[in-house]
């Protein structure tokens, strides 16, 4: 009867192998093609120096935070135990 059987658990193996192969050849296609070099522009081309600038071109509102109290309220709960202090004589 074994001699009918034959195993064979290596096509999946294949399979399995050549996938990762594709699909990392794939990624370094698209990762490091010629298409995908960055187009870095001085700030001499740029056409706005500030983020400011920017938002106010695109119509943004921009509105600047409110400062924050000079004293600031005691945080409610009792205060942290100060550590002790090894260098200090008994």
Same mark, same amino acid.
């Not at 009867?1 to 996938?19: F, Q």
């Not at 699909?23 to 370094?28: A, K, N, R, T």
């Not at 010629?34 to 187009?39: E, Q, T």
């Given at each position: 009867?074994?001699? &009918?059987?034959?195993?064979?658990?290596?096509?999946?193996? @294949?399979?399995?192998?050549?996938?990762?192969?594709?699909?990392?050849? &794939?990624?370094?296609?698209?990762?490091? &093609? $010629?298409?995908?070099?960055? %187009?870095? =522009? *001085?700030?001499?081309?740029?056409?706005?120096?500030?983020? &400011?600038?920017?938002?106010?071109?695109?119509?943004?509102?921009?509105?600047? *935070?409110?400062?924050?109290? %000079?004293?600031?309220?005691?945080?409610?709960?009792? %205060?942290? @135990? =100060?550590? @002790?202090? $090894?260098?200090?004589?008994?």
């Amino acid at each position: 009867m074994t001699e &009918g059987r034959k195993r064979h658990g290596g096509l999946p193996l @294949v399979v399995a192998a050549v996938v990762a192969i594709l699909g990392v050849v &794939g990624m370094l296609i698209v990762d490091h &093609g $010629p298409w995908s070099k960055p %187009r870095v =522009q *001085t700030a001499a081309n740029a056409n706005y120096s500030t983020t &400011g600038e920017a938002a106010r071109a695109a119509g943004a509102a921009v509105n600047s *935070t409110e400062p924050r109290a %000079r004293i600031e309220p005691a945080p409610p709960g009792p %205060r942290p @135990v =100060q550590p @002790v202090n $090894p260098d200090a004589p008994h």
